[in-house]
Structures are given as C-alpha cells and as structure tokens.
C-alpha cells in the first residue's frame, strides 16, 4: 500500500480524502477514481478491508446472497459459494483493490484524530503523529461496527462478559455454559456456534424477532427479490409467507409472536437457531433481569448459571474525530440529506452509517455514480450540496433500515432529473454568493467523544 509522504502537512490539497478502507470506503474510492476526481485514502488499521478484516469472527458467512452483495463492476469469482466465508470476502476486497488500482491511494496505519472545517470551507485533518493536512472534503466511511453497545445491567457477574466483537473463534465457547443477549444475525450465529461446541446455549431476546430463512426452492432470499420494483407491503407480504412455510409459528419454538412488522427492524435472517431450538440445544428466553454471581435472573422470573455471557447488542454510530457541531447523529442514523451531506457545511459526507436490507456492494454501486456527480456539481457551487436536496424536497432520514428496492427507485429518479438538480442548485446559489462553511477551531476531545456515544 501506499505511504504518500506530504512535505508541507498544511498545503492545501486540492483532493477528497476518504476515511477508511472497508467495503463501503473502497466502493467510493472506486467511484471517485473513475469520475476522476483526485483523493487520498486512509484507514487505521494495518490491512484494508475493514470488519472482514479484523472485526468478524473466523466462522462468519454474509447472510445476503454473493449476487447481491457483491460490486456490480467487479463480480465474485464463479466458485464462491451462494454465501461466502469471512475470509473468502476479505479476499474479494483485496482484488477489488488491485484490480482498480486503489491500493497505491491507500496509506495504512493512518488514524485520524481530528476533522474540523476551517478558513476558506477547507478541512484540517490531523493523524494520531501530529500531521495535518487541509483538503477539499472528507467522505467518512469509518464503518459502523466498531464502537461497541453493551447493555446496562444490574447486580454482578463472577464469569466473563464480552462484546460479540470480541468473538473471534468457536474455542472460546467451547464446553462453556454460554448466554448470548440479542437477537440480530452475529447474536444467533453465535448462539448456534455455542450450540454446537458449548456445554450450553441461552438465547435472550428482550423481544421476539422474524426469523428469515436463508434460502427458499434453493435460491437464497436475498435473490428472490432481485429485479424490479416491489412495494414495501408486497415484500412483508411475500417473506411473512416464506416464513410460514420454512419455520411456521413462534409457539412452535417456545417464542411470543414479534410484535413489529416484519422489516420495521433489521432482519435475522438464520436458519440454526430454530434448528437448534427443536434439538433442546438452544434455550431462548426472556430478557435479563439481574446477575447474581454466577446466576442470571430473567424477567420471566427463572434462573440459570452461566460460564460466559455474549453481548451481541449491536454498536453506536460514531465519528470522535469531529467537533460537537457536526456530531449529527441521532441514535443509530445520521441527519443528512441525499443520505450523505449537510445543509449548512459542504465538503463533508457521511456515507456508510445505514443498513440496508440486502447486500451492500450493488447499493455502493449504485450511489457511486450519484455520489460523484454531486461533488462535481459542488464544484460550481458554493452553497452546500445539502442545502439544495434539501430545498428540492428531500427530508432527513428517521431511520438507519434502507429497503433496496426504494433506494435503487430513488437514485434512478435522481439520475434521470440531475439537470433538474443542477438547476435547482445554481438558482440556491445566486441567493448565496458569499457562503462559507462557519470555521471551527475548538479541538476534539477523542476519549470523552467516545464515553459520550
């Protein structure tokens, strides 16, 4: 990988930087580097890759299909199975580097500390070695799993108690009495691993969730629901039918009936843990009321003792390097329009916070093309890009959940009226011929950033 030596570390830099090098920051840099538009990229880490690299377990597998999951410019090898392996994606992501050429833009090792708007809507970053560099805009593509949510408990545990974060490998449950609280896709992965190795597997759910079949006739889910627009009710109404055939009831499973709509919460999408569930090798329960030693009591009033306890409750958003005033975040998304930029600062796009139900690489794909051409328009402009989607209509998001058909829906639109769009913009802009970002000079505070998330 790259190590770009800047001798001047306050020259202005007439380039984007990209923060971060996992899947959602290599797809953009793809998407700059082929509308040519100059960047630099960095990433904390020693390899690029992001969470398949160094945040998933050994055993993991995505859980959206390779076809939809996978870049559209740059397909999975034909030999990868329909859901491939941890490392099999961390290798996919290193030929999708070289094979665009991506990694000479690369510098590992980089962790940013600080991005602050200043003099002339320019942003100061500076690095964990004191280096400081000014750029033209930031597209922060930090991830989002990685600042780890625990739950607040009452009483305490004499065992361990660990992040689903910090599972790494079937031998750290192996002949232990396991709970694992949650109910997304890592939790009941996890759960099933400690059904398999473990002395024994609790599942604590504090509230029943869909569980969705992997696969349906052989073809997995994800697939079924490719092509075309569907409306939202039409997919509820076809994957509540996938689910009755492949699992049938709750009751059947010792399970209360999820009392939100399907894809009103990200999806489970698991076939083990009801497996599990009908072999006595997983125990779901209520959620945690108290821990008592070695005991956990459950709101249903039983009681078990455990070895271990896994905490697979999911991460905050977060970004400590920015100052408070673009700390936009509000619970688990982040306030910007178009997905990605503000209304009162330009130069700054938060891309990657969402999940989407499906797989991320044909989304990335899809925004790239998007995504670029409003940087050049903000080019032509002074006014935040922002500030114009907002004008033209487009409200803040409420939630972090993106349904692919509606996104894909949306970008098509998009594209087709971007005239529209730049139109729209020039007409914001004559009524701002003097905007400016607002300088902020206050330094950032990392831990307390952090504690405060």
């Known amino acids: 990988m790259s190590n770009l030596n800047h001798q001047n570390p306050l020259e202005t830099v007439d380039k984007q930087l990209v923060i971060g090098a996992g899947f959602v920051g290599l797809g953009m840099a793809q998407a700059l580097k082929e509308a040519n538009i100059a960047y630099d990229q960095v990433d904390a880490s020693n390899e690029i890759g992001g969470n398949w690299y160094h945040g998933v377990y050994e055993t993991a597998h995505i859980i959206s299909s390779r076809k939809v999951t996978q870049f559209t410019q740059f397909p999975m090898p034909e030999d990868y199975p329909d859901f491939p392996s941890a490392q099999q994606m961390w290798e996919y992501l290193k030929a999708f580097a070289y094979h665009f050429d991506l990694h000479k833009h690369i510098e590992l090792n980089r962790h940013v500390t600080s991005v602050k708007p200043v003099e002339n809507s320019l942003w100061q970053v500076t690095f ?78 504090r509230e029943s969730i869909w569980f969705l079949p992997k696969t349906f006739a052989g073809v997995p889910v994800t697939d079924l629901s490719r092509g075309g627009w569907r409306p939202k009710w039409f997919q509820r109404l076809m994957t509540y039918a996938l689910i009755r055939l492949s699992f049938g009831k709750h009751e059947s499973y010792g399970m209360t009936t999820p009392q939100h709509r399907i894809f009103d919460k990200h999806p489970t999408v698991n076939n083990e843990v009801p497996y599990y569930i009908k072999h006595g090798r997983i125990i779901p329960k209520p959620g945690v009321q108290h821990l008592n030693g070695n005991a956990v009591e459950f709101a249903d009033g039983s009681r078990e003792e455990f070895d271990l306890i896994v905490c697979a409750t999911g991460y905050y958003v977060a970004y400590p390097f920015l100052p408070p005033e673009l700390q936009r975040v509000r619970g688990s998304f982040v306030e910007c329009y178009g997905e990605f930029f503000l209304d009162d600062y330009k130069g700054i796009a938060y891309v990657g916070w969402g999940q989407p139900r499906g797989g991320v690489g044909s989304l990335v794909s899809a925004y790239g093309p998007f995504f670029t051409r409003c940087l050049k328009l903000q080019d032509e402009i002074n006014v935040p890009i922002g500030l114009v989607l907002k004008e033209m209509g487009q409200s803040l998001p409420k939630t972090h959940l993106f349904d692919p058909h509606q996104v894909f829906r949306q970008l098509k639109l998009l594209n087709l009226g971007f005239n529209l769009v730049v139109r729209k913009a020039h007409q914001i802009d004559a009524t701002y011929p003097d905007f400016q970002n607002r300088p902020l000079d206050k330094e950032v505070n990392i831990k307390s950033d952090l504690a405060s998330v």
Request: hydrophobic share 35%; glycine share 12%; net charge positive.
């Open 128 to 205: 964990a070695n004191q280096e400081q560099r000014l750029y033209k805009g930031v597209v922060l593509c930090n991830g989002h799993h990685w600042c780890k949510r625990f739950p607040e408990f009452t009483g305490e545990f004499k065992g361990e108690i660990i992040h689903s974060k910090d599972y790494k490998r079937p031998e750290q449950l192996r002949g232990k009495r396991v709970l694992v609280i949650g109910g997304g896709n890592s939790a009941c992965d996890i759960a099933a691993e400690a059904a398999r190795v473990g002395k024994t597997s609790v599942l604590s759910l």
